[in-house]
């Protein structure tokens, strides 16, 4: 069985050759090495939730024997951009959460399709990403145009019309992104106060109200979940970490009334002790 993907509707990943292609352009394919193929693959199936940097590091290379640095992961990173960018794509579909890690899009479609044989895809003009190539392209959106000497004319006015268009799109996502950005703060001010002062931390975490034991987890719920329907959604998301609870079982659930957002920081140790812990949040439908 082969499991390959659609992304958008404009891109063909097929995990098992490495390879990315424009369906818009069949003959446009890029081809990349092994370990940016893995990190791709890891955000597609984790996708909706922030991938850590030292999970990525764990999955894609050490449980695989290898050591690697950091800037083996941001040099694979930088291969992963550089290849979707020779297909055209000019949206930040790979998002960097500083110092924490990384998620696709939000509103990224990505379809999954299975085929009984693998499928053949010719290299013959596919271009192969190696980390040397140019890099200039930033994180935020840059058009390149090429004109022929002596013409002054930048776009012309179909092409404006175009821009204007694409312009009111990325205005749209970048609302969006605004909101997941206030979101990220929010978690990550959770995180920071809770690796730095746990004395602090156990104080702050007073106010969260045991609510169940299901097998080796504890779950613990801010004070702003009151009502019942809210404790239902909120213990719902519970059964997605029976097994992480073997490890981490201490749950400390919050939810953000202004936001569709929903926070479970999951700890080795309960808050009144050193401990590790590990932060996820979830996207709610507004449907």
């Known amino acids: 069985?082969?499991?390959?993907?659609?992304?958008?509707?404009?891109?063909e990943f097929h995990p098992a050759t490495s390879t990315?292609?424009?369906?818009?352009?069949?003959?446009n394919v890029v081809v990349l090495n092994y370990p940016a193929s893995r990190?791709?693959?890891?955000l597609i199936n984790r996708q909706g939730n922030i991938v850590t940097q030292h999970e990525v590091m764990d999955i894609v290379w050490e449980q695989s024997g290898m050591q690697v640095s950091?800037?083996?992961y941001y040099q694979n990173i930088s291969i992963l951009r550089k290849g979707l960018k020779k297909l055209g794509v000019v949206e930040n579909l790979i998002v960097t959460i500083p110092r924490i890690g990384?998620?696709?899009?939000?509103?990224?479609?990505v379809k999954k399709l299975v085929a009984d044989n693998e499928v053949e895809i010719r290299h013959d003009h596919a271009n192969a990403i190696h980390e040397q190539e140019d890099d200039s392209m930033s994180p935020g959106l840059t058009i390149e145009t090429q004109h022929a000497p002596g013409d002054t004319k930048l776009f012309p006015p179909a092409q404006k019309a175009s821009l204007r268009v694409l312009a009111h799109r990325l205005s749209i996502k970048q609302i969006s992104s605004l909101i997941l950005i206030i979101f990220i703060l929010l978690t990550l001010?959770?995180?920071?106060a809770i690796g730095s002062d746990n004395a602090t931390n156990h104080r702050y975490f007073e106010t969260y109200s045991a609510s169940i034991s299901h097998?080796?987890?504890?779950?613990?719920?801010?004070?702003?979940?009151?009502?019942?329907?809210?404790?239902?959604?909120?213990?719902?998301?519970?059964?997605?970490?029976e097994r992480s609870c073997q490890n981490y079982p201490w749950l400390y659930i919050s939810h953000f009334p202004m936001l569709p957002r929903t926070s479970i920081i999951?700890?080795?140790?309960?808050?009144?002790?050193?401990?590790t812990c590990i932060s996820d949040y979830f996207f709610e439908s507004n449907k």
């Open 70 to 72: 950091l800037n083996t």
């Open 266 to 275: 999951r700890c080795d140790k309960p808050m009144s002790q050193h401990n």
């Open 102 to 109: 990384l998620t696709l899009a939000s509103g990224t479609q």
């Open 189 to 192: 001010f959770m995180a920071f």
């Open 215 to 241: 097998g080796e987890c504890r779950v613990f719920l801010s004070n702003n979940i009151k009502s019942k329907a809210d404790k239902d959604k909120a213990l719902s998301y519970v059964n997605r970490f």
């Open 1 to 11: 069985m082969h499991n390959h993907y659609i992304i958008n509707n404009t891109l």
């Open 20 to 27: 990315l292609r424009d369906l818009h352009d069949p003959n």
């Open 39 to 42: 990190c791709l693959l890891l």
